[in-house]
Structures are given as structure tokens and as C-alpha cells.
């Protein structure tokens, strides 16, 4: 079984920067890759980043591409996402989750998540 537990979230102004962390707990640790998703009212969840076991492989989606940095520290079973030049468009619950495969941009890929923390970006 493993546990996640996600938090940073906040409220900030557009063009702010959050760092959120993933604390794993139980199995979820440096044997998983791990990934980020955001889910907005009334939107289905998306994927945002993830990161191979190693570190080494990283993946995001084009509307955070290069301005979010998704890393981990395995020796402390956290894995972080860095979020800068916030977006009102940005706001949403983000989630942790935790993969026995390879990193990946589909949530059915992921058999362990968080309880997410919210993200509220204004203009």
C-alpha cells in the first residue's frame, strides 16, 4: 500500500511561484515514478508532469513547458513540482501520483494518488 500526501497549494497572483511536494509513504517511494495531474471545476484531470525513478526522464505538458520543473529527492521520498510565471489558467486541485511502470501522461497508469491541494492563481 502506498500513501501520498501532497502540499504548497495556495492562493497568489498571476505571475507568482508555488513549489509543490509529494510526501511517499509505505510502498510509494523511489521504486515508482511519479506524475502530477490538476483538475479544474468542471474539467477533467489533466496531466502536468512526471519523472522517471531515476530523475533522469522528465515529461510535461506543452501548457507548462518551461515554466513548471518537476523533481524528486528519493533519499526523502518527495517528489516536488516548481511552478512559475503563474496563470489564472493554472488554478485547479493538483495530485500526486505514484506509477509501477514507466513515466507516463495517462492517469489509468497511475495506481496510487494523493488527496490533492489547490492551486488558485488570480489576476
Known amino acids: 500500500q502506498a500513501t501520498l500526501a501532497e502540499s504548497g497549494g495556495g492562493l497568489v497572483q498571476a505571475g507568482a511561484s508555488l513549489r509543490l511536494s509529494c510526501a511517499a509513504s509505505?510502498?510509494?517511494?523511489?521504486?515508482?515514478?511519479m506524475g502530477w495531474f490538476r483538475q479544474a471545476p468542471g474539467k477533467e484531470r489533466e496531466f502536468v508532469a512526471a519523472?522517471?525513478?531515476?530523475?533522469?526522464?522528465?515529461l510535461y505538458s506543452d501548457s507548462v513547458k518551461g515554466r513548471f520543473t518537476i523533481s524528486r529527492d528519493n533519499a526523502k521520498n518527495t517528489v516536488y513540482l516548481q511552478m512559475n510565471s503563474l496563470k489564472p489558467g493554472d488554478t485547479a486541485v493538483y495530485y500526486c501520483?505514484?506509477?509501477?511502470?514507466?513515466?507516463?501522461?495517462?492517469?489509468?497508469?497511475?495506481?496510487?494518488w494523493g488527496q490533492g491541494t489547490q492551486v488558485t492563481v488570480s489576476s
Open positions: 519523472i522517471s525513478r531515476s530523475g533522469i526522464t522528465t
Open positions: 509505505g510502498r510509494a517511494r523511489s521504486t515508482y515514478a
Open positions: 501520483a505514484a506509477s509501477e511502470s514507466f513515466p507516463s501522461r495517462a492517469t489509468h497508469d497511475y495506481g496510487y
